[in-house]
């Protein structure tokens, strides 16, 4: 079975600054999607970014870019010149290939903007 | 993307009650899943609904405890049956599209159920 983990309960970081949050994996599968997903107070689930296994190359949507190290299944998620609007839960998550199965997510990072 | 609505939003039950909980798509979508966020947890999946055949169940979770349909590809329910206080959780839809790139799920504003 697939595990991921995060072991950062909870993050701090200044308004303008970067934090890095961490996300390991467990899978014996070589076809796999990770995901980072953002949940506010609202409690929706939002998609920050994706990357895809067989992809080298790390993924970036604009301020928020992932450290993807498959040999070391390793997955972090770097949020650039912070924002009040980062505050939230955030959770790594994992999909095997294939397109027919859920998400095995882990226990979540509480990330602190201090303004 | 699509757009996923949970009815209800919230809800407050007694002990030894059933609830249902309904899922509805904006659009067809090939999957379509239930989670479970305890609270103060993450997520753990519940099930997969499948359109006009029984759900797929991962391990702990039980068709009895979580009836779930799923008539159409825009519509599913999940019931929570005979509940606890420790039923009290979120309770999320999650959908892929058909058009959805490197399996996406979109997940609907989650359903806050409280057991008394």
């Known amino acids: 079975a697939q595990t991921v983990t995060q072991s950062q309960p909870e993050m701090s970081v200044q308004e303008a600054e970067t934090v890095t949050l961490s996300c390991t994996y467990d899978?014996?599968?070589?076809?796999?999607?990770l995901f980072w997903y953002k949940q506010p107070p609202s409690r929706q689930m939002i998609l920050v970014i994706r990357?895809?296994?067989?992809?080298?190359q790390n993924a970036t949507e604009n301020r928020f870019s992932v450290n993807f190290q498959k040999a070391a299944k390793s997955f972090s998620l770097k949020i650039s010149d912070s924002q009040l609007g980062d505050a939230a839960m955030y959770f790594c998550?994992?999909?095997?290939?294939?397109?027919?199965?859920?998400?095995?997510f882990g226990k979540g990072t509480h990330l602190i903007i201090q303004p | 993307s699509a757009v996923i609505s949970q009815k209800p939003s919230r809800d407050i039950c007694q002990r030894g009650t059933s609830l249902t909980i309904q899922c509805q798509v904006d659009s067809q979508v090939t999957m379509m899943f239930w989670y479970r966020q305890q609270p103060g947890q993450s997520l753990t999946l519940i099930a997969t609904?499948?359109?006009?055949?029984?759900?797929?169940?991962e391990s702990g979770f039980v068709i009895d405890k979580f009836p779930i349909s799923r008539p159409n590809l825009t519509f599913s329910t999940l019931t929570v049956s005979n509940m606890s206080p420790e039923d009290s959780s979120i309770y999320l839809c999650?959908?892929?599209?058909?058009?959805?790139?490197?399996?996406?799920?979109?997940f609907g504003p989650g359903t806050r159920l409280t057991v008394l």
């Open positions: 609904a499948n359109q006009g055949s029984e759900a797929t169940y």
């Open positions: 899978t014996s599968e070589s076809d796999y999607y």
């Open positions: 998550a994992y999909c095997p290939g294939g397109g027919a199965d859920g998400l095995t």
């Open positions: 999650s959908v892929k599209t058909s058009g959805g790139a490197n399996n996406e799920q979109f």
């Open positions: 990357q895809e296994a067989y992809k080298q």
